[in-house]
């Protein structure tokens, strides 16, 4: 049987490095009452009510996490997420205001209170509003991606 996305090794450690690194650079926690369990934690991050994706550093960072609702928000399967660069979320002339805020981000650790607008894969266009970025971080504290955050987000027509 094919496990789900939160129930491989790779993807539980991946989570908790989302977990620890948010809690290291905001000082708050992603999850309220959370497990004190890797499996568990990712499991609740994978069904959280909020969207939460991540990319890694390639020089055209290539997403490696996103949660149930960010899979249904940008209308992608778990692979087809997770092949496809980040910077296909922001329609084309939103892509240099999308670069400017991940700078930002690398340079400060994390930025609050992002807005922007995305689009789906079937084209779909969103306001995303009140947004967490931050950098990930690895078990030896070196940046190894960028993850967002967000609960408020608005369809466009």
């Known amino acids: ?35 004190d369990g890797a499996a568990e934690i990712a499991r609740e991050l994978f069904l959280a009510p909020f969207v939460l994706v991540s990319h890694g550093t390639e020089p055209d960072p290539i997403f490696n996490y996103g949660n149930q609702k960010a899979l249904d928000l940008w209308e ?14 922001a329609e084309p002339v939103a892509r240099e205001e999308r670069e400017r805020i991940l700078t930002q981000t690398k340079i400060q650790g994390f930025v609050n209170n992002y807005r922007g ?35 408020t987000y608005t369809p466009l027509s």
């Open 1 to 35: 049987m094919e496990q789900l996305p939160w129930q491989q090794e790779r993807v539980i450690r991946h989570s908790l490095r989302l977990w620890h690194s948010f809690q290291h650079w905001t000082g708050k926690t992603l999850l309220e009452n959370s497990s």
């Open 76 to 89: 992608l399967s778990w692979e087809e997420l997770t092949q496809m660069p980040s910077r296909y979320t």
């Open 117 to 151: 607008v995305r689009i789906s894969s079937k084209g779909q266009r969103f306001l995303i509003e009140n947004g967490t970025l931050w950098n990930v971080l690895d078990e030896q504290k070196q940046i190894c991606g960028q993850a967002a955050v967000f609960s």
